[in-house]
Nanobody, 115 residues
Framework: QVQLVESGGGLVQAGGSLRLSCAPS????????MAWFRQAPGKQRDMVAAIASSGTTDYADAVKGRFAISRDNAKNTVFLQMNSLKPEDTAVYYCRFTTVVGGYWGQGTQVTVSS
């Protein structure tokens, strides 16, 4: 069974930066979109950023201008560069891959931004 493995989360002060990475445990065929979601305690899981196989990107309004999503198709890896972090960015961040046969979720990585 394929697993998505995230890394790069942690504790950072407000204004700081983090870079998240997500890669599958083995090669996945037919990946279309890659995306990052986040879920804060007591809140629903929301999309943060997404990138299509064409490279087209989409961002939640709350992170536009601060976060950047990118992908390495050769390595089936997606990245999320997070700059100018705010305490309200604190959440568990999940990656998601959408493929021709279904979708996969990562296990989540905690991002905590202190004020």
């Amino acid at each position: 069974q394929v697993q998505l493995v995230e890394s790069g989360g942690g504790l950072v002060q407000a204004g700081g930066s983090l870079r998240l990475s997500c890669a599958p445990s083995r090669n996945i065929f037919g990946i279309n979109a890659m995306a990052w979601f986040r879920q804060a305690p007591g809140k629903q899981r929301d999309m943060v950023a997404a990138i299509a196989s064409s490279g087209t990107t989409d961002y939640a309004d709350a992170v536009k201008g601060r976060f950047a999503i990118s992908r390495d198709n050769a390595k089936n890896t997606v990245f999320l560069q997070m700059n100018s972090l705010k305490p309200e960015d604190t959440a568990v961040y999940y990656c998601r891959f959408t493929t021709v046969v279904g979708g996969y979720w990562g296990q989540g990585t905690q991002v905590t931004v202190s004020s």
